[in-house]
């Protein structure tokens, strides 16, 4: 019973997270040092905001052995209006086959300045699931959470997209990603 309760707080906390990292979210202003010469265009047009629905039907480990290769991630991923910035919250099952979620903020740059094609991704946040003698394998952990920084390379094509995404020196993982109509 337990475990149900944490379970179902954890995936709670995730919701609530979003939520308010998208209520304050549309002030961005604290990270406008962090503008690279990249295009810092987002696949949403001016002044609109964009929510993408993300899943990962693989990952593909480096390291062979018995490891999860369906993750079944499914997570929210959402940019306010006029914001450079994209706030999201996942749940999967790790390689471990342990129920977790990773909560971030992160940023695109596209290739060229249409919203389209070719972009870099990298989120930040915090991550839970990883515990037991697994614990080790995300940074920072703290009886089940801990930090991550995720990079990833994706391709833009109007409201759908896809992405290689590194996961450390552990394994890659393919996202797909359709932005729901407003």
Partial sequence: MFFFFLRWSVR????????????????DSLFGSLKSGLADESSAPV???????QISPYVYHIHHGVHNDVPRLIGLEWEPPGSSLEYGA????NSFYQDSGYVYVGKRWFAEDSGQGFFLNVTGGIMWGYRGENAD????????????IVPAVGYQYRSFNTQLVLLGAAALMITFGFDLPQ
Wanted: charged share 15%.
């Fill in 12 to 27: 709670l906390s995730g919701v609530i997270f979003l939520v308010f990292a998208t209520a304050g979210g549309a002030d």
């Fill in 90 to 93: 996942a749940y999967f099952r």
């Fill in 47 to 53: 002044g609109e905001s964009r929510l993408t629905l």
């Fill in 137 to 148: 394998k995300v940074p920072f952990n703290h009886h089940g959470v801990g930090l991550a």
